[in-house]
């Protein structure tokens, strides 16, 4: 069983497939005696959640922290256990993943569920490899949901739609967001997805067709003739997304009108062979006017998607979609901040780093991540049509504002500075010598706003805060810390 896994830990090294061993012998141990609803022992579920982070190529920590994800939930082990066998990373990823399995995010959305949400938008911020074990989790317990009994099946296939198959899309994760939308409506809506299964056979096999023809005629143009390495693949579109886009208005069911029911791929080196295969495409087959050309290389999606697309007239006047992408994109649109945290293992001592002052270096790419995750949670706070409904204000009173290295904090509206540096650390009210909000200096009462990477400058010593802060500053932390320096009540 074991041996799988090893299998694809060709990119780690000895001493952490060490470790890695260790990690599964002790998940075996507090596991024994369980078994899922499929009959299996319980360690199958811990191995099939490692062997999936260890196909996102992600670090040792991340496989480890896979195996003991449920040793704590459910194997009788206290953090601290696994603090002492494994670390302090590991023992915070664990508890991390305890902590999001424990909030309540399924059915409908109400304030408590919000709050939930806000809390798991929390601890992914701490570290976001808390989110990536816990959706290989989520994906090995879909992939495994027939054995449920059917009550489960339906609320856990909901929570699955509503949080995490959107969580997954946040990350940039689109091959995992399409499995676990697909294995949901699977079970969410079982009629509709029947039936599609069966319509949408015959239209696979006629597009694959056509995108055959395709292929052999640009693989001989880009190859042979201009020198591009490439790959060409047809790529058969998700049956949910099929089904949602099926059912718009403008489309009521007609097959012909899904131009990407299979989309032709094309993989090459380099962002300028990218755009000479655009042009090899279009000088083979017309573009459709109007349909224009997505270009996400100029412009990548706010989740980081990065390819072009374009539509064109293939052979029998059909039209098709074409996206041409380098093979790094391709692995960044697949698995998105997973190969982002992959990479940013190798790269993290040079090229991912920004100094924003001496000593304190940011990874550029996971503090994308993260404001990625406070634009999400923006959104939530603008469905005026959401927030009226449950009349639940807590969310759009509140700022999320980071340190330079990327800790997250959850402050009142109209906190400053002042307030920021009350909440990170007991002492720093006394070191307070100047403030820079996304790099640039303000005013010590510069109102925060979400997303922000606030800093504070530190004098080298002590200094008296200022009595006038009391005017401006809104935490109560900040006020009783001010107020006991100067004996006020
Ligand atoms: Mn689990």
């Known amino acids: 069983m074991f041996a799988k896994l090893i299998g694809l830990l060709d990119y780690i090294d000895e001493p952490n497939i060490k470790k890695i061993k260790k990690a599964y012998e002790f998940s075996k141990l507090s596991h024994d005696g369980q078994f899922r609803a499929s009959g299996e022992p319980y360690v199958c579920h811990v191995l099939a959640t490692a062997e999936i982070i260890a196909k996102w190529k992600l670090d040792a920590v991340s496989i480890i922290s896979g195996l003991l994800h449920d040793t704590i939930e459910d194997g009788a082990v206290t953090r601290k256990d696994i603090e002492e066998e494994f670390g302090d990373e590991v023992a915070l990823l664990v508890d991390g993943v305890t902590k999001v399995s424990h909030l309540k995010l399924k059915g409908t959305r109400t304030d408590k569920t919000i709050e939930n949400l806000r809390k798991l938008i929390l601890v992914m911020a701490k570290d976001l490899r808390v989110v990536l074990v816990k959706l290989a989790d989520r994906l090995h317990n879909m992939r495994t949901l027939k054995y449920l009994p059917e009550t ?18 946040r990350m940039g994760m689109g091959e995992v967001k399409g499995e676990l939308e697909d294995l949901a409506f699977k079970f969410l809506f079982e009629k509709e997805y029947q039936d599609l299964l069966k319509k949408s056979r015959q239209e696979y096999k006629k597009s694959e067709e056509h995108i055959k023809k395709m292929k052999r005629a640009l693989l001989l143009d880009l190859v042979q003739k201009f020198d591009i390495i490439c790959e060409i693949h ?20 007609d097959f012909s009108k899904v131009h990407d029911v299979v989309a032709l791929r094309i993989l090459v080196e380099t962002k300028n062979d990218c755009y000479a295969a655009l042009g090899i495409v279009h000088e083979h087959y017309k573009p459709v006017p109007n349909m224009g050309i997505s270009d996400f290389i100029a412009q990548p999606k706010p989740n980081g998607y990065r390819s072009i697309h374009t539509k064109v007239f293939g052979p029998g006047n059909r039209v098709v979609e074409v996206q041409i992408r380098t093979y790094d994109m391709h692995q960044q649109a697949e698995y998105g901040a997973a190969s982002h945290w992959a990479y940013s293992e190798a790269k993290s001592k040079d090229a991912g780093n ?4 001496a000593g304190v270096s940011v990874d550029e790419n996971k503090l994308e991540w993260v404001k990625e995750l406070v634009r999400w949670q923006e959104e939530l706070k603008d469905s005026e049509k959401f927030l009226e409904a449950v009349k639940f204000d807590a969310l759009s009173h509140r700022n999320f504002v980071f340190s330079p290295k990327g800790d997250v904090y959850d402050l009142p509206s109209g906190a400053t500075p002042i307030d920021f540096a009350c909440v990170i650390h007991t002492d720093l009210l006394w070191y307070i010598k100047s403030a820079k909000v996304n790099g640039n200096m303000v005013a ?28 401006f500053v809104v935490t109560q932390v900040a006020k009783r810390k001010i107020r006991s320096v100067y004996n006020l009540t």
């Open 152 to 169: 489960k099946r339906k609320a856990i296939a909901r929570e699955t739609m509503e949080i995490y198959a959107p969580l997954a899309e």
């Open 234 to 253: 047809g790529r058969r579109k998700h049956i949910y997304s099929l089904w949602k886009k099926l059912g718009r208005k403008s489309i009521d069911g």
């Open 354 to 357: 920004t100094k924003l002052e």
């Open 444 to 471: 010590l009462d510069h109102e925060l706003s979400s997303g922000d990477v606030v800093e504070i400058l530190k004098s080298k010593n002590r200094i008296l805060p200022n009595k006038g802060w009391l005017d």
